[in-house]
RNA sequence: UGGGGCGUCGUCAAAUGGCAAGACACAGGGUUUUGGUCCCUGCAUUUGGAGGUUCGAAUCCUCCCGCCCCAGCCA
């Protein structure tokens, strides 16, 4: 059986369990439908569904619209299409504003039990009102208004009677409480705006401490899992349901996740879509699930990474390198191997016939039999990467160099006869000597051959853009700026180069957007849906560890 | 300086009074027709600090220190 430690949450929910609370457990993903998803919600999602999965119940999908003025249904189906990308199928699908007829029903109880009051002062005022952290508040004027009173103004303001932010209904708990969510919280505020879903049919909304704990106990909800700044909201959460005696949902509250290099924050992001420092919120630098998505990272890398990052309360930082990793681990199981050349200068093979073409057996995926080989043609003239290449190398480096012997991966051996350069000193073509013994790429003698290049045919190879992507910000934390900068300064100008004249194997040519694969040597790359028969597009999605960078680096 | 939380390796994170898991990162070595993968090895005598209880403490007690959250008619 699985020996795998459970985290705090799932021992709230055995020992729950144990006490015979509930016999199903019952979990949400409560996403407000005002900008996309990213990484840190898929934490939510995996931790959400895959609990309910693991104990059998249920986790339903739901859209806490409680506030017109921020929300959209552009996002709606965005979020829906990310939570089933990520392979998690809901329960059942809800809005919070279907609940709005419910919650207003207990809105009224609220008041006729005496416990809400409708409030005149200005928003201005219920901050003077409500004290500081270290003095306590006030009671408002208004407090003392009759049960009819605040019953009678309270279906006016639901009548339109009354103007913006003129009045809001408010819980009466304790102005003089040490929690500052308790000192007589808005239940309702007035905002004459059209809600996405239910149009002008309503012109107060709920407020969150007030819906999303009714929104839970409608739905049965057992466990409601959210991040910890709600932890102080508990109280209200519960003194909701407790007064309204209706199904006690049970919060916990987990470490939302932080990602070193990233910005994980919707009001940030959304900057940089808006602020255009990015293609928009899918562009593939984005930590969004749909920036992340056609990037080419697999939904099972982000699902294995939310599980290996663990869930607990304290506030973290995630290494990126955590995140990187999954990726490699499950596109080098699954990604089928290619030969292509990001940058590339012309090799031709002096004493290879003109017109003969070979073709050697490629394996697909070393690490999958199943996926078989590919037949790849060689001949006369190649294209290798200019960076394999150097007239002057230093120690260590075992690529090709004048009269060094290299491999040219499942072809020849080739020794390096010449370069011949243009007027400005650049390489234009190299030269070099096949030995015909060597075919499939062994020595006939046993001879050590410590360098192996990719390459490809050039007439058989057609040109494509590559666009290389690296991390979105060059600092650790981007929101830790120097002297109060913009993040916005923390952000990487590399962050993508685009290679226009990469050769292809011709076999790429019939692929489809989001097709994935290993370019040998170089990492992972998928086809970008802007990808066009015409001109095909490419994205890198991570390179492949770089040993040899990193010995590079450290001689510098 | 009110209230609510949290401090275990560089980064995540287990251990629930009985010899401080694991992963990533890093370092070294081996295999290799990808400088990839894979395989070995190393990497916290110590758990924010100081006392105390105990045969025995990361776990219990006391005091101290540090960090996060709350003063929206946002969620």
Redesign the pocket.
């Known amino acids: 059986m699985e020996e795998k430690?459970?985290?705090?949450i799932r021992?709230i929910i055995d020992a729950d369990l144990a006490a015979g609370k509930h016999t199903e457990i019952v979990t949400r993903f409560?996403p407000?439908p005002n900008g996309y998803l990213h990484i840190g919600h898929a934490k939510s999602i995996f931790t959400n569904f895959g609990i309910a999965e693991e104990y059998g119940g249920r986790c339903n999908l739901r859209f806490?619209d409680?506030?017109p003025?921020?929300e959209d249904t552009e996002f709606v189906e965005a979020i829906k299409n990310d939570v089933k990308w990520l392979g998690f199928t809901w329960s059942s699908l809800h809005f919070a504003s279907d609940y709005f007829d419910r919650m207003y029903l207990l809105a009224e109880q609220l008041i006729t039990m005496g416990l809400a009051y409708v409030?005149d002062?200005?928003?201005e005022?219920?901050?003077a009102y409500?004290?500081?952290?270290?003095e306590s508040g006030r009671n408002s004027p208004y407090r003392e208004r009759t049960v009819e009173e605040n019953l009678d103004l309270f279906r006016r303001m639901k009548a339109g009677e009354f103007s913006?932010?003129?009045?809001?209904l408010r819980a009466k708990i304790d102005m003089t409480s040490?929690?500052?969510?308790l000192r007589d919280?808005?239940m309702y505020?007035?905002?004459h705006k059209t809600h996405h879903r239910t149009g002008n049919s309503w012109c107060i909304?709920?407020?969150?401490?007030f819906?999303?704990c009714l929104e839970d106990s409608t739905e049965g909800i057992t466990h409601s899992l959210c991040t910890?700044?709600?932890?102080?909201?508990?109280p209200l959460y519960d003194w909701y349901l407790e007064k309204l005696d209706i199904f006690r949902s049970r919060q916990i509250?987990f470490?939302r996740l932080?990602l070193?290099y990233t910005v994980v924050s919707k009001r940030y992001l959304r900057k940089l879509v808006e602020e255009h420092y990015v293609s928009g919120w899918d562009d593939p630098r984005m930590p969004t699930l749909s920036g992340l998505r056609r990037r080419g990272v697999p939904a099972s890398a982000i699902n294995n990474f939310c599980s290996?990052?663990?869930?607990?309360?304290?506030?973290?930082?995630?290494?990126i390198?955590?995140l990187?990793?999954s990726i490699?681990?499950q596109l080098?199981r699954t990604a089928p191997?290619v030969m292509s050349v990001l940058d590339p200068v012309k090799l031709l093979i002096e004493n290879y016939p003109e017109d003969k073409t070979e073709y050697f057996d490629y394996v697909v995926?070393?690490?999958d039999d199943s996926a078989g080989t590919r037949a790849t043609p060689f001949t006369r003239e190649l294209y290798i990467e200019q960076d394999d290449f150097m007239e002057n190398p230093p120690k260590?480096?075992?690529?090709m160099t004048p009269g060094r012997e290299v491999?040219l991966?499942?072809?020849y051996l080739v020794t390096c006869t010449g370069v011949t350069k243009n007027d400005d000193g650049e390489i234009t073509e190299i030269r070099c000597a096949y030995d015909p013994e060597s075919k499939?790429?062994?020595a006939p003698d046993g001879r050590k051959v410590r360098?192996?290049l990719?390459w490809v045919s050039a007439n058989h190879s057609f040109p494509a853009e590559v666009r290389l992507y690296d991390r979105l910000f060059n600092t650790e934390n981007p929101m830790n700026t120097e002297n109060g900068a913009d993040f916005t300064s923390s952000l990487n100008p590399d962050s993508l180069n685009t290679a226009m004249n990469c050769r292809m194997e011709n076999h790429m040519k019939n692929r489809e957007p989001g097709f994935t694969c290993?370019f040998?040597?170089?990492g992972y790359f998928c086809i970008d849906p802007d990808s066009t028969p015409e001109k095909m597009v490419f994205n890198r999605t991570i390179t492949?560890?770089?040993?040899?960078?990193?010995?590079k680096g450290?001689k510098k």
């Not at 909304?205 to 401490?209: A, F, K, L, R, S």
């Open positions: 430690s459970r985290d705090f021992e409560p407000e806490d409680t506030n003025v921020k409030c002062l200005s928003s005022e219920v901050r409500r004290g500081t952290l270290t913006e932010g003129s009045r809001t040490p929690t500052m969510c919280p808005a505020r007035i905002l909304y709920p407020m969150y401490d819906a999303h910890l700044e709600f932890e102080v909201n508990r509250e470490a932080n070193s290996v990052i663990g869930l607990a309360k304290r506030n973290s930082t995630v290494d390198a955590l990187e990793h490699r681990e080098n191997r995926n070393p690490e260590k480096f075992f690529r491999r991966r499942y072809a499939g790429g062994n360098g192996t990719h290993q040998e040597r170089k492949l560890r770089e040993s040899w960078a990193k010995l450290k």
